[in-house]
């Protein structure tokens, strides 16, 4: 009779043990997916937004709360000027604007620099993750055409945290 008390308490422990190894399994695939997950979003984000014509966004990147890049492009075939480039929260509450007149000749690239706030996550804790993602309104002139609008309130630009 006395023993089986031991068989009872190696075969609680053994089981106690089967259980917290499947715990801990899910608990890092729930992990690598959000991971994954994130990363999806991030380079879906990135192919809709460089595919895009009159200009396209082949990359964003965010430094701290101190100031958002954009790599902006000319796709198209004729000099296109941008007059105000306008960034603002996913959320709505809170707009970035650069208004420097930039002119693009076709194909051409620049690095646009906007300028944040406290407002935003805070890149400096998320370094290579994308915590931010904002509504993009560019304003631009075509010529003869002035004051054309160009928009993404179908589709957020995700900007990665870099150092």
Same mark, same amino acid.
């Given at each position: 009779?006395?023993?089986?008390?031991?068989?009872?308490?190696?075969?609680? /422990? $053994?089981?106690? &043990?089967?259980? !917290?190894?499947?715990?801990?399994?899910?608990?890092?695939? *729930?992990?690598?997916?959000?991971?994954?997950?994130?990363?999806?979003?991030?380079?879906?984000?990135?192919?809709?937004?460089?595919?895009?014509?009159?200009?396209?966004?082949?990359?964003?990147?965010?430094?701290?709360?101190?100031?958002?890049?954009?790599?902006?492009?000319?796709?198209?075939?004729?000099?296109?000027?941008?007059?105000?480039? /306008? $960034?603002?929260? &996913?959320?709505? !509450?809170?707009?970035?604007?650069?208004?420097?007149?930039? *002119?693009?000749?076709?194909?051409?690239?620049?690095?646009?620099?906007?300028?944040?706030?406290?407002?935003?996550?805070?890149?400096?804790?998320?370094?290579?993750?994308?915590?931010?993602?904002?509504?993009?309104?560019?304003?631009?002139?075509?010529?003869?055409?002035?004051?054309?609008?160009?928009?993404?309130?179908?589709?957020?630009?995700? /900007?990665?945290?870099?150092?």
């Amino acid at each position: 009779m006395g023993k089986f008390n031991g068989q009872g308490a190696t075969e609680y /422990v $053994i089981l106690f &043990a089967v259980v !917290l190894f499947i715990v801990l399994f899910i608990i890092s695939i *729930i992990g690598n997916a959000t991971s994954i997950s994130g990363q999806s979003s991030q380079a879906a984000s990135q192919s809709y937004w460089s595919s895009l014509s009159p200009f396209s966004i082949s990359d964003s990147s965010q430094n701290g709360t101190i100031m958002a890049r954009l790599s902006l492009q000319n796709t198209g075939a004729r000099e296109l000027m941008t007059n105000r480039i /306008v $960034i603002t929260t &996913a959320d709505g !509450l809170h707009s970035y604007i650069n208004n420097t007149a930039t *002119i693009f000749l076709p194909g051409q690239k620049r690095v646009m620099n906007i300028h944040l706030d406290e407002n935003v996550v805070d890149c400096d804790l998320n370094i290579g993750k994308s915590p931010n993602s904002y509504i993009v309104f560019i304003s631009y002139d075509d010529d003869p055409l002035v004051g054309k609008v160009f928009n993404s309130t179908n589709k957020l630009l995700a /900007v990665s945290c870099s150092s």
